[in-house]
Structures are given as structure tokens and as C-alpha cells.
């Protein structure tokens, strides 16, 4: 089934866009009252000469709108030739019009007088003329690629209800259009909405995909396990693919003093072909230089690590991430991913509408546990070279059908309507498998599911009001019938960890279910129901949650359960890297039928591969290969032959 790979359609086509987010190093936030044309032509063209042709620039709000009827004229001039600098070189960039948040602090025009953003008829009455002026004095410069409403909005104006946020958002866009922008528009608000997070900021992706043109994610986010924060972003791009939006990542990167030269290049590296991989057809990072000079200035004297974001230094040095964005960039040429699309996925991974759909008594917490499960399900299908659609289950009910396998990972809640459905799915031929989770609030303690029974072959033993923990410190599964690629006398272990609430496997009576693995007490642990042509596989622990709840635990086996249900549900996997999780591969399809390999290394040092491919294996260029050779974290991007 179709994997998600949209590219921006601007006024001459469809573009992929990859560049920097750009303040000069000459004022940072500040640079436009003191504009220097020179320095900015020098900073771009290092951009330029290491193949970024775009930047995303900034209208800072208190500057360019010093009262509610007047946008500042010696800053727009300014702003008019820093579009020239960018057409002088061959570049674009995307305006951002409401930039009161930057890099730790908020700013606000002097006469804002504390009126909300969103409510306060006046005050958006004044946005959206201040949006509509400036777009009419640049829309039809060549160098305008597209326009950002906002700069991260749930920080600057805080978290809203969804129909304000909505309502704002669309009135803003609105004013670009009455202004003539006729290039791509988008919000600027980072995706971290409900359908990404589980809470409930007021910036909801659905509801903003109604009059976007592109989903921006801006991912910075903290971790606990290397794999996972390489995989994050690429997760992020998943969740954010809704409503067929193209997906572009808006804003990432990282401090150099919080890393090595060599992990920055290893995060970029990761970040960029990992997300390529999940159906992100645009980079724009953060940022395009450091800022030194400005060591006394706000917000740099009170978060000085925001001072070295940037891809060169402060005298215009390459540092190791644009090296890894011109390198990407060559491959992003090579490949034409403006024409590619993913190879199709045979597997849907399954997110709960209860994560998007906020229903009436919904916990939040819940929410949450959907995002963790999730991401670790996707780590471990990726470990087995499983490639996945991310599908969302339709509010108050419905998965989508054509699928071989699906993966309800750690799953607590379904509509009762789709677990109808995941019974006629498995009837129809497919392979159906959840694993059990209690979930981490007392709130009606128990799976909410139904049909178990007829569905998996099992009786659930529980006693009402109460959980059965997991009393190990490891769960030892022992496999004891084939299942896929799994053999009897095959053992299974996961690490355990959680809440205590979590923490806990489903006591089960088989009916006519088939156990295939049993703990280390007996107990049925993996059970298989068949179905006519397809079958239900049970797991009574919640290994995807287990292992969401720890760090440096990647790769876990999971994997091996993954890969024995993708060999179970007969999908295909024309390259792999088999029994080496640290390995990834995955696929994409060039206009003339031509597929791309990408083998991402999670190994810490050097390694060779030999992959496992239906046909072979060449260089973009030609040359035939048999092993490859990756660098510490590094990537390879080859084509399959037939």
C-alpha cells in the first residue's frame, strides 16, 4: 500500500526544498536594523556553494510593525534586498510573518498590550493586515519560495482551544492570499499538536491541514537511547502525513556545544535519511550560522548554547553538518527526489484514533502511551527491514484494508467498530498481531477490547480492578511451534521496566487459539488463531512498551518477533540486512521504475555488510557491489538491479 511522499507543488511544479534557517551573524534577531548586503551575500553563497538553494528568513514582529497601522519602510527595503541577494545566487527562501519567539525568549510590539493572539478580534484584525501588507510587497519576487505564518506559535502565543487556533490560522492564510502570495503557505507551529504528541496544544495537524499546503515539524527533541533519537524525527514525519500534506522538516539540528564535530555529523547524516525514508521531501536547518559576536545579546546571554546552532561558524567556516547537507544534497540530485516515491508497504503499523480523536474522558496519559508504543514499533520494524505504513484508525472506527500484516503494538484501546474489523481482516486473509498493555492510568484498568475470544483463541483471566505485574526483571519467552522465522526451542528476551500500573502481562485460558511461545513460568505468552485464510497472533506481554520505557535499550527483540510475523504474513523484503538490527534498509522508486536501497549503519563504529537483495546491487554511478563498507552511524545509498 502507498507510503506517504508528497513534494511541495510551487508556481513552476513540484520542489524539494533544502537549506537553512537564516538570521546573519551580523544581529542575529537583530540583523535588519543594522542590514548589512554584503555580509549577507557572503553568507549565502557559502550556502549556495555547498548546495542548499533555499533559507527560511524572518520578519521579526516588533521590528517590522513598530505600530498597529505602520510596517517599518527602511526594514522592508532591507528586507527587499536581502530577496535580491538570494535571486542573485540562484536561491529562494520562505518569509515567516509573526516572529515573536526566537531561541529562548518571546519579543512583543510595544503595543501589543497583552491582547491575546488568537480571540481578540482587534489584534487579529491587525495580524492579518500587517500578513496581507507584506505579502503584497513581496509575492511576486522570484526569490519568495512559499510563507510561514508564524515561528513556533504555541510558544510565543500560547497553547489554545483547537477551533480559536483554527479559526486564526485560516484568517492568516486568508491574508496571504488577499495579498497575492500565491506560493505554498503553511502555519509555522512545529506539528506538535495532539496528533503527534497527545496533547492537546490547540494546534492540531488535522485541522490545519485543511487550508495548508505542507506540514512543517521543528524537532529538537531529548532522549534516552541513540536509535530511538536517531528514528525520532523520521517517526515525527509519519505522524505528521496527515490529510496527504507533504511533509517538510521546518526546522532541526543541534548545538555543537552539546556534541563531538563527529555526532553532528552523525546526527545530521541520520536525520536527513532517515526522514527521507519516512516521506519528508524537504530540510531546512537550524541554522546558518553561529553567532559569537553577539555573546551579549538577548537571547544569547541567557542561553549562550544558542549561539553555535549554526551549520558554519561565525567567520563562515563549514562546520561538519553542512558538509553532510551538501552530501545530501548531491544524493537528493542523483536520485531526483522530486519524482521518487516509497516503495510500497505491505505492513500497517497502527495508531489508535484515541491518540487524535480526543473523545469525551479521554486520558491524556493514554495519548501519550500511543506516541512511546508506536515509535518503538517503528524502531523494530525498521530493525527488520519491515517497511511500514504508519496507518491512523478512523474516529470512532475503521483501519484501512489491503494490508498483509498489521501491527497493534502495546495496545490498550480500539474502537469497538475496528475490532470488528481486525477480525474480518484476519478472515480475509491477513495477519492480525497486538500485544496486550494495561496502560499507565488506574482508569478503567483492562484492555478495552472485544471479541477476544473469538479473535485470538483466548480467555482473559483477569481479576476485575487489578493487573497481573510482571514480577521478572526479563521476560523470557520460549518459542515451542514455528511461527514465521522463529523455530521451536528459539528464546526471546526482553528487559522489563515501566510503571507499575504498565508493568504487567494478561493471564490467558487457550480455547482454540495455538500457543507458539511460552514464559518462563509456562504461561502462553504468544498465541496464534487461524483464520481461514489469515490468523490473529497474540502477545500477552507488552514488549513494545517495556522497552519505550527505557534508555540505551535498542536494538531489542522486538525485531526478531517483527521479522518472524513479516515472514508468517508472506511480505516481501527484497533487501535486507538479516540477522544484524543495527542495519537498516528501506526503499525508494524512481520515475523510470528504478528502486533506490538506503542502508543506515546504527553501529557506533565502522561495519561491512553483505545485504540479502532479489536482484543485486550497484552505485548510483554503476559500479557492482556485493559488501558495503559503513562509516561510524554512516549511510549508503545504492540502486537495486533486477
Given at each position: 500500500?502507498?507510503?506517504?511522499?508528497?513534494?511541495?507543488?510551487?508556481?513552476?511544479?513540484?520542489?524539494?526544498?533544502?537549506?537553512?534557517?537564516?538570521?546573519?551573524?551580523?544581529?542575529?534577531?537583530?540583523?535588519?536594523?543594522?542590514?548589512?548586503?554584503?555580509?549577507?551575500?557572503?553568507?549565502?553563497?557559502?550556502?549556495?556553494?555547498?548546495?542548499?538553494?533555499?533559507?527560511?528568513?524572518?520578519?521579526?514582529?516588533?521590528?517590522?510593525?513598530?505600530?498597529?497601522?505602520?510596517?517599518?519602510?527602511?526594514?522592508?527595503?532591507?528586507?527587499?534586498?536581502?530577496?535580491?541577494?538570494?535571486?542573485?545566487?540562484?536561491m529562494?527562501?520562505?518569509?515567516?510573518?509573526?516572529?515573536?519567539?526566537?531561541?529562548?525568549?518571546?519579543?512583543?510590539?510595544?503595543?501589543?498590550?497583552?491582547?491575546?493572539?488568537?480571540?481578540?478580534?482587534w489584534?487579529?484584525?491587525?495580524?492579518?493586515?500587517?500578513?496581507?501588507?507584506?505579502?503584497?510587497?513581496?509575492?511576486?519576487?522570484?526569490?519568495?519560495?512559499?510563507?510561514?505564518?508564524?515561528?513556533?506559535?504555541?510558544?510565543?502565543?500560547?497553547?489554545?482551544?483547537?477551533?480559536?487556533?483554527?479559526?486564526?490560522?485560516?484568517?492568516?492564510?486568508?491574508?496571504?492570499?488577499?495579498?497575492?502570495?500565491?506560493?505554498?503557505?503553511?502555519?509555522?507551529?512545529?506539528?506538535?499538536?495532539?496528533?503527534?504528541?497527545?496533547?492537546?496544544?490547540?494546534y492540531?495537524?488535522?485541522?490545519?491541514?485543511?487550508?495548508?499546503?505542507?506540514?512543517?515539524p521543528?524537532?529538537?527533541?531529548?532522549?534516552?537511547?541513540?536509535?530511538?533519537?536517531?528514528?525520532?524525527?523520521?517517526?515525527?514525519?509519519?505522524?505528521?502525513?496527515?490529510?496527504?500534506?507533504?511533509?517538510?522538516?521546518?526546522?532541526?539540528?543541534?548545538?555543537?556545544?552539546?556534541?563531538?564535530?563527529?555526532g553532528?555529523a552523525?546526527?545530521?547524516?541520520?536525520?536527513?535519511?532517515?526522514?527521507?525514508?519516512?516521506?519528508?521531501?524537504?530540510?531546512?536547518?537550524?541554522?546558518?550560522?553561529?553567532?559569537?559576536?553577539?555573546?551579549?545579546?538577548?537571547?544569547?546571554?541567557?542561553?549562550?548554547?544558542?549561539?553555535?546552532?549554526?551549520?558554519?561558524?561565525?567567520?563562515?567556516?563549514?562546520?561538519?553538518p553542512?558538509?553532510e547537507?551538501?552530501?545530501?544534497?548531491?544524493?537528493?540530485?542523483?536520485?531526483?527526489?522530486?519524482?521518487?516515491?516509497?516503495?510500497?508497504?505491505?505492513?500497517?503499523?497502527?495508531?489508535?484514533?484515541?491518540?487524535?480523536?480526543?473523545?469525551?474522558?479521554?486520558?491524556?496519559?493514554?495519548?501519550?502511551?500511543?506516541?512511546?508504543?508506536?515509535?518503538?514499533?517503528?524502531?523494530?520494524?525498521?530493525?527488520?527491514?519491515?517497511?511500514v505504513?504508519?496507518?491512523?484508525?478512523?474516529?470512532?472506527?475503521?483501519?484501512?484494508?489491503?494490508?498483509?500484516?498489521?501491527?497493534?503494538?502495546?495496545?490498550?484501546?480500539?474502537?469497538?467498530?475496528?475490532?470488528?474489523?481486525?477480525?474480518?481482516?484476519?478472515?480475509?486473509?491477513?495477519?492480525?498481531?497486538?500485544?496486550?498493555?494495561?496502560?499507565?492510568?488506574?482508569?478503567?484498568?483492562?484492555?478495552?477490547?472485544?471479541?477476544?475470544?473469538?479473535?485470538?483463541?483466548?480467555?482473559?483471566?483477569?481479576?476485575?480492578?487489578?493487573?497481573?505485574?510482571?514480577?521478572?526483571?526479563e521476560v523470557?519467552?520460549?518459542?515451542?511451534?514455528?511461527?514465521?522465522?522463529?523455530?521451536?526451542?528459539?528464546?526471546?528476551?526482553?528487559?522489563?521496566?515501566?510503571?507499575?500500573?504498565?508493568?504487567?502481562?494478561?493471564?490467558?485460558?487457550?480455547?482454540?487459539?495455538?500457543?507458539?511461545?511460552?514464559?518462563?513460568q509456562?504461561?502462553?505468552?504468544?498465541?496464534?488463531?487461524?483464520?481461514?485464510?489469515?490468523?490473529?497472533?497474540?502477545?500477552?506481554?507488552?514488549?513494545?512498551?517495556?522497552?519505550?520505557?527505557?534508555?540505551?535499550?535498542?536494538?531489542?527483540?522486538?525485531?526478531?518477533?517483527?521479522?518472524?510475523?513479516?515472514?508468517?504474513?508472506?511480505?516481501?523484503?527484497?533487501?535486507?540486512?538479516?540477522?544484524?538490527?543495527?542495519?537498516?534498509?528501506?526503499?525508494?522508486?524512481?520515475?523510470?521504475?528504478?528502486?533506490?536501497?538506503?542502508?543506515?549503519?546504527?553501529?557506533?563504529?565502522?561495519?561491512?555488510?553483505?545485504?540479502?537483495?532479489?536482484?543485486g546491487?550497484?552505485?548510483?554511478?554503476?559500479?557492482?557491489?556485493?559488501?558495503?563498507?559503513?562509516?561510524?552511524?554512516?549511510?549508503?545509498?545504492?540502486?537495486?538491479?533486477?
Open positions: 500500500m502507498h507510503r506517504s511522499f508528497d513534494v511541495v507543488v510551487g508556481p513552476t511544479g513540484p520542489v524539494s526544498w533544502l537549506g537553512a534557517n537564516f538570521w546573519s551573524r551580523a544581529g542575529g534577531p537583530l540583523m535588519w536594523r543594522s542590514y548589512d548586503p554584503d555580509l549577507v551575500r557572503e553568507e549565502l553563497a557559502v550556502l549556495a556553494e555547498h548546495g542548499l538553494g533555499m533559507t527560511r528568513s524572518f520578519f521579526y514582529w516588533p521590528d517590522f510593525m513598530p505600530t498597529p497601522t505602520t510596517v517599518d519602510e527602511e526594514l522592508c527595503t532591507h528586507y527587499a534586498d536581502f530577496l535580491n541577494a538570494h535571486a542573485e545566487l540562484g529562494t527562501t520562505i518569509p515567516t510573518f509573526l516572529v515573536g519567539h526566537m531561541s529562548g525568549e518571546n519579543w512583543d510590539p510595544v503595543w501589543r498590550g497583552g491582547r491575546d493572539l488568537y480571540t481578540d478580534v489584534l487579529v484584525g491587525r495580524q492579518a493586515w500587517y500578513v496581507a501588507t507584506l505579502t503584497a510587497r513581496y509575492a511576486e519576487h522570484p526569490a519568495v519560495a512559499g510563507w510561514l505564518i508564524s515561528n513556533e506559535m504555541p510558544i510565543y502565543g500560547g497553547e489554545g482551544r483547537r477551533e480559536d487556533v483554527a479559526a486564526w490560522a485560516q484568517l492568516m492564510v486568508h491574508a496571504v492570499r488577499a495579498g497575492g502570495g500565491h506560493q505554498p503557505v503553511s502555519i509555522g507551529d512545529g506539528a506538535w499538536g495532539i496528533e503527534q504528541t497527545g496533547h492537546d496544544n490547540g492540531s495537524t488535522v485541522d490545519l491541514g485543511r487550508f495548508v499546503d505542507f506540514t512543517g521543528h524537532v529538537y527533541r531529548m532522549e534516552t537511547d541513540q536509535v530511538r533519537q536517531h528514528l525520532k524525527a523520521a517517526y515525527v514525519c509519519e505522524l505528521a502525513a496527515v490529510g496527504g500534506r507533504p511533509v517538510v522538516m521546518e526546522e532541526f539540528g543541534l548545538s555543537s556545544d552539546f556534541v563531538s564535530p563527529a553532528a552523525a546526527y545530521y547524516r541520520q536525520l536527513l535519511h532517515t526522514t527521507l525514508l519516512a516521506g519528508a521531501t524537504g530540510w531546512i536547518a537550524w541554522n546558518n550560522t553561529d553567532y559569537d559576536t553577539l555573546l551579549h545579546q538577548r537571547p544569547y546571554t541567557h542561553h549562550p548554547f544558542e549561539l553555535h546552532f549554526g551549520v558554519t561558524t561565525s567567520t563562515g567556516e563549514p562546520k561538519p553542512l558538509l547537507l551538501a552530501r545530501f544534497a548531491t544524493t537528493l540530485r542523483e536520485i531526483d527526489v522530486r519524482t521518487c516515491r516509497r516503495a510500497e508497504a505491505q505492513a500497517a503499523l497502527v495508531v489508535p484514533s484515541h491518540l487524535a480523536a480526543d473523545y469525551p474522558f479521554t486520558n491524556e496519559v493514554e495519548r501519550a502511551l500511543i506516541v512511546r508504543t508506536g515509535e518503538q514499533a517503528y524502531i523494530a520494524a525498521r530493525e527488520a527491514d519491515l517497511p505504513g504508519v496507518v491512523r484508525e478512523a474516529t470512532d472506527g475503521g483501519l484501512p484494508a489491503g494490508y498483509d500484516l498489521y501491527l497493534l503494538p502495546s495496545v490498550k484501546q480500539l474502537t469497538g467498530p475496528s475490532w470488528v474489523q481486525v477480525l474480518e481482516l484476519a478472515e480475509s486473509g491477513a495477519t492480525v498481531y497486538a500485544s496486550y498493555c494495561a496502560g499507565e492510568s488506574p482508569v478503567q484498568r483492562g484492555p478495552w477490547w472485544i471479541r477476544t475470544e473469538e479473535l485470538f483463541g483466548v480467555l482473559p483471566e483477569l481479576a476485575y480492578g487489578l493487573n497481573d505485574p510482571i514480577a521478572d526483571d523470557v519467552l520460549t518459542v515451542e511451534a514455528e511461527l514465521g522465522s522463529l523455530r521451536p526451542g528459539d528464546v526471546l528476551r526482553f528487559r522489563v521496566a515501566g510503571t507499575t500500573e504498565a508493568r504487567a502481562h494478561l493471564p490467558v485460558t487457550v480455547t482454540d487459539g495455538t500457543v507458539v511461545a511460552r514464559d518462563a509456562g504461561r502462553p505468552a504468544i498465541v496464534v488463531k487461524e483464520h481461514g485464510p489469515g490468523r490473529a497472533v497474540l502477545c500477552t506481554y507488552p514488549v513494545e512498551y517495556l522497552a519505550s520505557a527505557q534508555g540505551r535499550v535498542n536494538p531489542e527483540e522486538t525485531w526478531r518477533l517483527y521479522d518472524a510475523l513479516a515472514t508468517l504474513a508472506g511480505i516481501d523484503r527484497p533487501v535486507r540486512v538479516p540477522d544484524d538490527p543495527r542495519v537498516l534498509a528501506d526503499r525508494l522508486v524512481q520515475a523510470d521504475g528504478r528502486e533506490v536501497v538506503v542502508l543506515v549503519s546504527e553501529h557506533p563504529d565502522g561495519t561491512t555488510v553483505t545485504p540479502t537483495v532479489t536482484g546491487l550497484e552505485t548510483l554511478d554503476g559500479t557492482r557491489v556485493e559488501s558495503v563498507d559503513l562509516e561510524p552511524y554512516g549511510v549508503a545509498v545504492l540502486r537495486r538491479t533486477r
